[in-house]
């Protein structure tokens, strides 16, 4: 018998009721969440989750359910090289929105599934505040350039669009409804049941 609570719920077994979060009852079910912005601390509890899910089962997939504005690029290429390495496939599930460097986590799925009013967004990365000398300035802005190539680089190579197209669609912030994703290759499909 399960019965909810808050953030955790209560198993009955043949011991008693017991008292369990909800994140270890999704863990137990191979189900992990990027819900926020993509931080070294949500990324370093999502990696953690990935190889323990790893060693469980080398071959079972792993569902990550996103709802994220994105965030850090640094933390989110850890975690993408992450999923890419472990054996596990990573089924990536868009809940609401996954926009910058959560979208790209999104897209990287082996398997990618939209809810009917998700939405991705994709765009260049961002110039987060700096000041100093032009030589600080012009590293700042090559080391920019360089990540942008990257990012529009991996976007292309999991939706089959041409790194031209995708530089072209993170030029400004490019959103996708769920239908609109799957036409541009982003996602596989539009789900209606996490069943």
């Known amino acids: 018998m399960y019965v909810a609570n808050e953030a955790s719920i209560i198993k009955e077994s043949t011991y008693g009721y017991h008292l369990i979060p909800i994140q270890d009852e999704m863990l137990s079910h191979r189900e992990v969440e990027?819900?926020?912005e993509v931080t070294p601390d949500?990324?370093?509890?999502?990696?953690?989750?990935l190889r323990h899910l790893q060693r469980q089962d080398p071959e079972g997939e792993i569902t990550l359910y996103i709802n994220s504005?994105?965030?850090?690029v640094d933390s989110g290429?850890?975690?993408y090289d992450v999923m890419q390495a472990v054996s596990c496939p990573v089924r990536?599930?868009?809940?609401?929105l996954a926009a910058s460097m959560a979208a790209l986590l999104f897209v990287s799925g082996a398997r990618r599934d939209m809810l009917p009013h998700s939405r991705l967004m994709i765009h260049d990365p961002l110039i987060v505040q700096t000041g100093?000398?032009?030589l600080k300035l012009k590293a700042v802005s090559d080391d920019l350039m360089e990540t942008r190539q990257i990012i529009a680089k991996v976007?292309?190579?999991?939706?089959?669009q041409s790194v031209e197209e995708v530089l072209a669609k993170t030029a400004t912030d490019s959103y996708f409804r769920a239908?609109?994703?799957?036409?541009?290759?982003l996602a596989d499909r539009v789900i209606t049941s996490l069943a």
């Open 42 to 49: 949500s990324v370093n509890a999502l990696v953690r989750q």
């Open 155 to 160: 976007i292309a190579d999991h939706s089959g």
């Open 179 to 185: 239908e609109e994703a799957v036409a541009f290759g």
């Open 92 to 96: 990536t599930v868009c809940v609401g």
């Open 77 to 79: 290429m850890a975690l």
């Open 34 to 36: 990027l819900v926020g």
């Open 69 to 72: 504005p994105g965030g850090s």
């Open 132 to 134: 100093g000398s032009a």
